[in-house]
């Protein structure tokens, strides 16, 4: 097929039958010469494509698709900005100190805390010894959470934002696509756990028919029938959650607060009674000694900040919403440390006691429920497990979105602003949280475990970028309206969009701990200084990143840093 074009005075032959023309808007006429169906199809395509009223139809049908404008607003749908973007207003700072609260105890009760203690003994800590790096966890996550969340408390805007400033308009996307691939994975398997949850409620009412019904699917396929309709079950139950706004979430969350709390509470009773004590679990002793026990505490310590460490890098997606600056510090000073140290401490004794009933230690609180139903049932373990089941059951739907779906949903809809919002990206998240077969990371030991486990070597460094930005080089002065101007008038746009001293600080955050990240993975660790280097993963690369991230900003300053930029008599503020 030959298009034609009379404007360049192209000659055509009249007499070939397979050639055809349309006259454009503009008066011009193309000539499309057919020699086969194919052609002919895309003749006719092209037809319906130039016509103006399928111009018309298409302008429609994107206008329509574009993200809500609430009435009389301020700012416009655009490459960098919408609703969800901009800073929170007034009128939707609905979050109080006893949300915030809320919000730490849902995410301290969880399986992650429940069965840390299970991996510091593993790695031959004593009971003591593993609840004093608990300790120390949890008061370096509180600290993580207020430095953290402090820009969102106070400019209202979230990380997804926020890292404009540091890596660039245009660089801001490197730390928002890791974010997303995260979120996914991790959705994923919150999910499966929220199926596991599903499975237990059947259970308690029928009896095992549900959790024992026969399995229909190939071992290839790592998940049994049960699991499966579970998983399902719970996503249908999690769908409508994703059209609650962030505002309006701290209702639910106190009711899933108290469910869950009063979940842990009554199996703590149940199995401290049942077992006529806390079982011989809690008395065990250190297995270890020397650098060996001194160099597993530290690794314990770094590794269980890390699974904490990704929500710490985006509390200011939460804070945002605080009805006052101080409003989160509560939360995440008292409530999380308090919450993550009781939790551990839950979960060693019901493990210990549990162990004295049936013989077999079950660190999961999901397992164990299932082991006991697994049983002869009397009608007082059936309610038991029946409303355990359903605490759990909230609980991850509580987790699901205040760990992935809020803070992933709006690093999507910052890919494409003017079509997605929190709302459309949590539900991307969710489709892409499935296509990851999340069973496959759960029931199978792979090297897959290991990556994820580690990622904080790459989330780390970011955690020291964004404090070091906001606190060492901008001393908390930002330009709110230059985070969504993106060209060469943004104060952000350093070059070409992009600010080389972030990645450089990223770079030099990392690349350290690849060789004992790549040897944990292959499991040829054997306790060389790449490896210990490694067993410091999060804290090395915080502080590496954060201190080049500085150096670099001192020795070789950007006019945007204080101080420097060049501020207009009588400027707009830094306000939208």
Request: charged residues 10%; contains cysteine.
């Amino acid at each position: 097929m030959g298009v034609l074009c009379t404007c360049h005075s192209h000659r055509l032959n009249p007499k070939n039958p397979l050639f055809s023309c349309c006259k454009l808007d503009c008066g011009t006429t193309i000539y499309i010469i057919i020699s086969s169906p194919l052609p002919l199809f895309l003749y006719l395509y092209l037809r319906v494509m130039l016509s103006s009223q399928f111009k018309e139809r298409a302008r429609r049908w994107a206008k329509n698709l574009e993200c809500p404008v609430d009435e009389n607003a301020e700012y416009q749908n655009t490459f960098w900005c919408n609703r969800d973007l901009i800073p929170i207003p007034y009128d939707r700072r609905t979050w109080t100190w006893q949300g915030f609260a809320g919000y730490w105890i849902i995410t301290g009760i969880n399986t992650t805390a429940w069965t840390s203690g299970s991996s510091l003994l593993a790695l031959g800590l004593s009971v003591g010894q593993a609840m004093g790096v608990i300790v120390g966890v949890a008061l370096i996550t509180g600290i993580l959470a207020v430095a953290a969340g402090w820009m969102g408390s106070h400019k209202y805007i979230g990380f997804t934002v926020l890292s404009r400033s540091s890596w660039g308009m245009r660089g801001g996307f490197w730390p928002v696509l890791n974010r997303i691939i995260t979120a996914s994975i991790w959705l994923g398997i919150q999910a499966y756990w929220g199926g596991q949850s599903v499975k237990i409620i059947p259970g308690a009412l029928i009896g095992p028919r549900f959790v024992g019904m026969r399995n229909t699917l190939p071992l290839g396929a790592h998940v049994d029938t049960s699991s499966l309709v579970s998983f399902f079950v719970f996503l249908a139950i999690f769908a409508p959650t994703l059209m609650v706004s962030p505002e309006r979430l701290q209702i639910p969350f106190r009711v899933t607060f108290i469910m869950i709390t009063s979940t842990m509470i009554g199996m703590l009773i149940w199995a401290l009674c049942a077992a006529h004590g806390a079982g011989p679990l809690i008395h065990t002793g250190s297995s270890q000694s020397g650098s060996r026990l001194s160099w597993n505490i530290v690794y314990g310590l770094q590794a269980i900040l890390g699974s904490y460490g990704s929500g710490c890098l985006g509390q200011s997606d939460w804070t945002r919403y605080a009805c006052s600056p101080n409003a989160a510090l509560f939360g995440q000073a008292v409530a999380a440390p308090l919450t993550i140290c009781l939790t551990a401490l839950c979960g060693l004794l019901i493990t210990s006691a549990t162990a004295t009933l049936y013989g077999e230690i079950l660190w999961n609180p999901l397992v164990l429920l299932l082991a006991i139903q697994e049983r002869p049932m009397s009608a007082a373990a059936r309610a038991g497990t029946f409303f355990a089941g359903l605490g759990f059951l909230t609980s991850q739907l509580a987790l699901c979105i205040v760990l992935n779906c809020v803070s992933g949903g709006m690093d999507i809809a910052a890919l494409c602003p003017r079509y997605i919002n929190i709302r459309r990206g949590s539900c991307l998240l969710a489709i892409l949280a499935v296509a990851t077969c999340p069973w496959n990371f759960v029931t199978q030991a792979t090297t897959f475990i290991t990556v994820l486990s580690g990622w904080s070597v790459f989330l780390s460094p970011m955690t020291g970028i964004l404090i070091s930005d906001y606190f060492l080089v901008r001393y908390q002065d930002i330009r709110i309206q230059h985070l969504y101007i993106g060209d060469s008038d943004s104060e952000y746009w350093y070059w070409r969009g992009f600010n080389w001293r972030a990645f450089a600080a990223w770079v030099m955050g990392i690349w350290p701990l690849l060789p004992g990240f790549v040897r944990q993975i292959r499991g040829t660790s054997n306790g060389s200084g790449w490896d210990h280097l490694y067993d410091l993963s999060y804290f090395f690369g915080f502080l590496m990143a954060l201190l080049v991230h500085w150096g670099l900003s001192v020795v070789v300053p950007d006019g945007t840093q204080r101080g420097i930029a060049v501020r207009e008599k009588g400027s707009m503020e830094d306000a939208f």
